[in-house]
């Protein structure tokens, strides 16, 4: 019984093995049959055949000299390969996510009547987000020369990004009437070379 199992199991990943390295081989096929024919393949190679030869770094007879089994065992290699440069690509995507996660965040609030830190240092080129939260009273945060302007009410979080690709110092002030002290709510934002 259990060798009865044992052989259907078998058949079916041999099956499963020729149905891979079929399609994988037509796949490869379709993919390259634009490269033009390179000079040391025999007359009547197809391109397929050159390209095939190619991607395994080896001649067209060797090629057509291959058994299935070796002709399987290099597919096999070069399926491998490319699973190896997929995972190199997901790399690429993890340092990309990481790069998203530098963005700096700099919490400021606004209250009757300042912006605390009124001053902001950043650097040229980093990324950097203003999350600015209303204490009291009813404010606007403006940076006029980095087109900055968002309303902050009282209990309200609004986040910006800061554009720092130019250096240099940056006047902030309030941009909403807000009492006596309207004038007094001043700030800077210095973004460093
Ligand atoms: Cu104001």
Known sequence: MVAYYRDIFFSLHLK??????????????AACSTVPQSESSPEDATPQEVN???????????LRNQTPEEHMEMMQK?????????ENEDMGMDMMEEDVMAT???????????????????????????SITGVT???????????????????????????TDKAGEFA??????????HKDMTGMIIIEE
């Open 104 to 130: 700096r965040v700099i919490e400021i609030t606004a209250e009757d009547w300042a912006f605390a830190p009124a001053t902001i240092t950043v650097k040229k080129g980093e990324k950097v987000q203003l």
């Open 78 to 86: 070069m399926m491998m390969k490319a699973d190896d440069a997929m």
């Open 137 to 163: 009273g009813d404010h606007g945060y403006a940076v006029p020369d980095l087109g900055i302007n968002v309303g902050v009410i009282a209990g309200e979080t609004v986040v910006v990004d800061l554009p």
């Open 52 to 62: 095939m030869a190619d991607m395994m770094g080896i001649s067209v007879e060797e």
């Open 172 to 181: 902030v002030r309030c941009s909403v009437p807000c009492g006596s002290g």
């Open 16 to 29: 499963m093995k020729r149905f891979l390295a079929t399609v994988s081989i037509s796949l490869l096929f």
